[in-house]
């Protein structure tokens, strides 16, 4: 079975830094596209940033210029170096990728439980 772990959130001030790592493990044959949604209290889950196996990428607007993401294909893991962090950046970020499992025929999407960010003075 196949399962992401997050780690890294917790308290900034804002104009501070927080990286956020997320690592795949399990029955894995291969990680395609990987990334980070955000959901802050009620609104919807959006895309933050994410990264193809080619290492194409695509942010939010919001994040342009602030946020960068990263992979490491030989450890499945997928990075968020957030910089210059702001007050609307508190959420709840979650991991997401695109997955082949061993026993299925055709890719997956998965989801991580989810890390609580939150920028504060």
């Known amino acids: 079975q196949v399962q992401l772990v997050e780690s890294g959130g917790g308290l900034a001030q804002p104009g501070g830094s927080l990286r956020l790592s997320c690592a795949a493990s399990?029955?894995?044959?291969?990680?395609?596209?990987m990334g980070w949604y955000r959901q802050a209290p009620g609104k919807q889950r959006v895309l933050v940033a994410r990264?193809?196996?080619?290492?194409?990428?695509t942010y939010a607007d919001s994040v342009k210029g602030r946020f960068t993401i990263s992979r490491d294909n030989a450890k499945n893991t997928v990075y968020l170096q957030m910089n210059s962090l702001k007050l609307e950046d508190t959420a709840v970020y979650y991991c997401n990728a695109y997955i082949r499992d061993i026993r299925a025929p055709t890719p997956s999407d998965y989801w991580g439980r989810g890390t609580q960010v939150t920028v504060s003075s």
């Open positions: 990264i193809s196996s080619g290492v194409t990428t």
């Open positions: 399990g029955s894995i044959v291969s990680v395609r596209t």
